[in-house]
């Protein structure tokens, strides 16, 4: 068995046709019930079927494992079909809490509260859940998307107002007592971006079902547990490596994030990925409109650009640390159908774009294969996803193990100044204010008596002082 791999007759929660072992008393978890319980597509995300309140109202949630809170619109909105309405809901609390979260795009602003929900395609049973009604939000709900609220799926550390708010997995594990671990296939390869139509997928929860991978499993550590944060070693074009250093791959984190639509790089990274494509492909001009995102490609519906275009390659650390192994997306995952012009012409977008804090493995990638997000034994696995497929032709690759002998010990940086830090920095600073401030009213107020008496040269006047320039 190659390193950094499992077999299907290795993996401890496999069982036969589909089930996999619990911890749960009741006996097994059913994962064929929960195979093709998701709807949508990489350009407006992909959602599952949920029952939330007494008596119950369905909604359909996006999953996200790039965030940390459950979240429902809480009141209509031209940009959604349905809504969670708590004064219709008997068992509905509320904590009286209010919650912002803001995205890479996007923001909302609600209030906390308690629900049981059923999942009609999930783990059996009634939760409660904690759920944030959404009342005002920014470009969070946009038109065509056929979803009503968020499940946030990464550690408790991003969820908002503070980590003491149990997410909605972790919630889960606790009272359905399943195995600390899901995964995750998203079946839109090759297909129209917000197209008319729906693909499949599936969220299985508590474990890993037999029938959506093929061949081996490969694990890579999660580095910190707030988002899925992995270790990128390198990347290649072609065949051809980029030879950047490994810490710009993870300038300033990579995370595995099903919620953001493409592959998003570090612009440095960005900038060497479009130069060696454009170097590599058999395209000799071509528009920096397309790279950048403003402009489409289109071709005639009868030819497939994608023969155009390298494969592109992400080197990711193996549990064994001296070696690694790499996955890799044809272009039929990166340059992606989003427009039909008449009766001729298709037109497709670039389904990779810069950032200013991240190397982001989107739905762009993870919609080439089966993902395993194991909490248990912290690691991120992959594996070649059956439905990564375009006119019957495989479109994603697992290969390994590679040695690390040619990359730093470690690509990603000692401190890690994310979210709950930054926190703490903050109040620290708050206070350091506050303490000045304090000082500067005390002798603001101290009787002139004991004040230095100034003469003529040394008197300070209003346009030197600190006061003024502290508020100015």
């Known amino acids: 068995l190659r390193p950094g791999s499992v077999s299907r007759q290795q993996d401890p929660l496999a069982g036969e046709d589909g089930l996999a072992l619990a911890s749960d008393p009741v006996g097994t978890l059913n ?60 068992t509905y609390k509320s904590q009286g809490i ?36 959404i009342l005002e939000s920014e470009n969070f709900f946009l038109p065509g998307v056929k979803w009503h ?52 997928g599936s969220l299985i929860l508590g474990g890993i079902e037999p029938s959506l991978y093929k061949g081996d499993i490969w694990y890579t550590p999660i580095k910190e547990e707030w988002y899925y944060q992995v270790e990128i070693l390198k990347l290649e074009v072609g065949g051809l490596n980029l030879e950047l250093d490994c810490r710009e791959y993870n300038a300033d984190k990579a995370i595995v994030d099903s919620g953001t ?39 005639d519906k009868t030819e497939r650009p994608w023969s155009l275009f390298p494969k592109l390659s992400i080197y990711l650390r193996d ?33 990779i774009s810069s950032s200013t804090n991240a190397l982001v493995i989107g739905a762009t990638v993870m919609e080439g294969f089966y993902v395993i997000f194991d909490r248990a034994q912290r690691r991120v696995g992959f594996a070649v996803s059956p439905c990564a497929e375009v006119d019957g032709a495989p479109v994603s690759e697992i290969e390994g193990p590679f040695t690390t002998a040619d990359v730093a010990s470690n690509c990603v940086s000692s401190v890690s100044f994310h979210e709950p830090v930054l926190w703490i920095a903050s109040y620290a600073l708050m206070s350091l204010c506050g303490i000045i401030l304090l000082v500067l009213i005390v002798l603001l107020l101290i009787p002139p008596r004991c004040q230095h008496r100034y003469t003529d040269n040394d008197v300070v006047n209003d346009e030197s002082s600190l006061v003024r320039h502290r508020w100015k």
């Open 31 to 90: 994962f064929l019930a929960m195979v093709e319980n998701l709807q949508g597509d990489s350009g407006r995300g992909y959602y599952l079927e949920m029952l939330i309140g007494t008596p119950p109202q369905a909604l359909n949630i996006l999953v996200d494992t790039g965030s940390s809170n459950f979240a429902v619109a809480g009141v209509p909105d031209p940009d959604v079909t349905s809504y969670f309405n708590t004064e219709l809901s008997s």
């Open 98 to 133: 209010d919650v912002t979260v803001k995205y890479s795009q996007g923001s909302w602003t609600g209030v906390l509260g308690t629900d049981v929900i059923t999942m009609p395609k999930g783990i059996d049973g009634s939760y409660v859940i904690n759920i944030a009604t």
């Open 149 to 200: 609220g968020i499940l946030g799926l990464a550690y408790d550390a991003l969820a908002k107002p503070s980590s003491s708010v149990e997410t909605f997995f972790d919630s889960l594990v606790r009272q359905a007592k399943i195995p600390n671990i899901f995964s995750l296939q998203m079946c839109g390869a090759g297909l129209p971006v917000s197209g008319s139509g729906t693909n499949g």
């Open 261 to 299: 639509t493409l592959l998003r790089l570090p612009q440095k990274v960005f900038s060497a990925v479009v130069q060696a494509i454009a170097r590599t492909s058999l395209i000799q001009e071509f528009s920096s409109g397309f790279w950048t995102g403003s402009q489409l490609a289109c071709w």
């Open 319 to 351: 549990e064994n640390a001296s070696r690694s192994f790499r996955i890799s997306i044809l272009p039929q995952l990166y340059i992606q159908p989003i427009l039909g012009i008449g009766e001729n012409l298709q037109c497709y977008r670039f389904g």
